[in-house]
């Protein structure tokens, strides 16, 4: 107990204080340039296929951890944050020395702003804020960011620019100064204990995240991808250098919704091959989630088919086990999901816009054993934890498998793949 952390999809919700104003003309500098760029004209390039890609090394685990996380470099000299890597929101944000209320690093590993505030005038702001405008008194007023985390936890904070030390896929380095919130003030949900990471790396479509920002540099194609291990670690890549050129399973980002996420669909569940009646589902995928949820029809049909299909079998309900909803026991305790598969038939989302487009969902993809030796189920119901009729596909459901963000074409992907170990440089 106490290691359930279910830091799920961000629904970005900036407070907008103070009166609109009107943004001077001129006011737009270039000045979000790396240095490193500044000699080279982007005419000089002729490639269509603009930019590499960075990689870096993921730590963490869906159990018991309950994230995964990369450890960045920012700031000059460079200074090592431990990030959540989040697709389901935009914001970046380092726990801030401002001072500070609800941060959990010691105050030496907290990042300090020096002069560098992002006005409110500043494309940087404007972008963060898109599509809305970022209403301040004065043009050169900070920039607040607040993003709220569907598990009702938060970050308020100021936005600030610094560089970030980067090695890109193709050798050259780079040290690009990018816009990220200094989180002055946090709230954690109160029903786990506070992540232990230091912010949040995030990851998603809009114009603020760190992938569109590089994107904007012409350091990296606007695709953004993991490959999360299920024997804890992995890697995170932005840039397509590491995406094989066949093998993928493609389906199109949807639009459906206002908000702005991964979201394909719809989609139809299969349990053990068979339809389940369950159809018409819009999918979010989301690492920012440590387990998937799915809404109260889908999860309640779930939840009973697994149920019949267990009669007979030796595990019984475990309520004692409070590390997720539903646990199981067996005749002695289990040491991996391995112990348990076969008694778990494979659930598939079968995407029904394309033939032959789907999401398998092995035993692995949707389990845990706790330490206590119980088998739990890893899907949970979105409407219990106010996510009303979300369908979230979290780290339990992604690993072992390359996910692939493709903001260029529009696409999510995923193909089988050995996360244990980085790709050669
Ligand atoms: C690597 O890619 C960057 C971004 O496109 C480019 O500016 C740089 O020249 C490339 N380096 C090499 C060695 O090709």
Request: hydrophobic share 35%.
């Amino acid at each position: 107990m106490g290691d359930k952390r279910q830091r799920m999809m961000a629904l970005t919700a900036f407070l907008f204080l103070g009166p609109l104003a009107t943004f001077p003309a001129g006011c737009f500098s270039a000045a979000n340039q790396p240095s490193q760029l500044k000699k080279k004209s982007p005419q000089t390039t002729v490639s269509n296929r603009l930019g590499s890609s960075v990689v870096f090394p993921v730590q963490g685990n869906v159990y018991p951890i309950g994230y995964y996380y990369v450890n960045i470099n920012i700031g000059n000299p460079p200074k090592l944050y431990d990030l959540d890597i989040d697709t389901g929101s935009d914001v970046t944000w380092v726990q801030c020395d401002a001072p500070c209320t609800g941060c959990t690093k010691p105050r030496d590993r907290l990042y300090k702003p020096k002069n560098n505030l992002v006005p409110c005038a500043d494309p940087a702001c404007i972008a963060m804020y898109a599509p809305e405008i970022p209403k301040c008194k004065d043009p050169n007023d900070q920039c607040d960011y607040e993003v709220n985390y569907a598990d009702h936890g938060s970050s308020f904070g100021v936005l600030v620019k610094d560089n970030f030390p980067i090695r890109l896929y193709n050798g050259s380095s780079f040290s690009p100064r990018l816009a990220f919130g200094c989180g002055y003030d946090q709230k954690y949900s109160g029903s786990h204990p506070p992540p232990s990471t230091a912010g949040v790396l995030g990851l998603g479509n809009g114009k603020g995240s760190i992938v569109s920002q590089l994107h904007a540099l012409g350091l990296t194609q606007n695709v953004v991808g993991h490959c999360l291990s299920g024997r804890g670690g992995g890697f995170l890549f932005i840039g397509d250098d590491l995406v094989p050129s066949s093998g993928i399973i493609w389906t199109p980002i949807s639009h459906n919704s206002l908000e702005y996420h991964y979201s394909s669909g719809p989609a139809e569940l299969l349990f053990g091959g068979k339809p389940t009646g369950v159809k018409g589902l819009f999918i979010v995928f989301d690492s920012g989630s440590s387990y998937t949820y799915f809404n109260a029809q889908a999860y309640q049909t779930t939840v009973n088919l697994l149920r019949k299909d267990l009669t007979g079998k030796p595990l019984k309900d475990a309520p004692e086990d409070k590390s997720l909803p539903i646990c199981w026991k067996g005749p002695k305790s289990f040491k991996s999901v391995g112990d348990v598969k076969d008694y778990f038939k494979p659930l598939v989302l079968s995407f029904t816009n394309a033939r032959s487009v789907q999401l398998q969902l092995p035993p692995e993809a949707y389990l845990i054993v706790t330490k206590q030796g119980n088998v739990c189920l890893g899907i949970l119901n979105s409407a219990e934890v106010g996510l009303e009729n979300r369908n979230i596909i979290g780290d339990i459901s992604m690993q072992d498998k390359m996910v692939i963000y493709n903001n260029e074409k529009q696409l999510i992907g995923w193909t089988p793949a050995n996360c244990d170990r980085l790709p050669k440089f």
